[in-house]
């Protein structure tokens, strides 16, 4: 299975197709995981961008740019993540997860709750790398 920092590739209902995600929680304690969208277009407030080969496990894009989107989070539930066939690629360094962190500090396209959220599943990848 995967763990939180992990991209996970797995088809999205949102996006109606294959695509990329940074696992920033599995469901362990509340049966959902929760992920960020990866992209490789900027369209959306709080978008972080990283150039190609930042983040590993991730093909070059058409863009040049590997994008983390800020604008939702990405709920899965346990029972569920199986239909979507999951399959790590990856896993995020530590430097990725630091600047991810210190842009979801500044960030104002997710609410409070979901803001809070992937702040402290964040601060816990980051403890637990090191």
Known sequence: MFKAGDIVHF????????????????GCLDG??????????HKYEGDCVFD???????????????????S???????????L????VRGTASKAVIQKLLEHA???????????KKVIDALSDIIMALD
């Open 84 to 87: 979507w066939k999951p399959a």
């Open 52 to 70: 190609d080969g930042v983040i590993l496990g991730l093909a070059k894009s058409r863009t040049g740019s590997t994008v983390v989107g800020f």
């Open 105 to 115: 500090n500044k960030v104002q396209s997710l609410n409070r709750k979901d803001r």
């Open 11 to 26: 088809h999205s209902k949102i996006a109606a197709k294959g695509k990329y995600h940074l696992c920033i929680s599995t």
């Open 32 to 41: 959902v995981h929760a992920f960020l969208f990866i992209n490789s277009e």
């Open 72 to 82: 939702q989070i990405v709920r899965v539930k346990v029972k569920k993540m199986a």
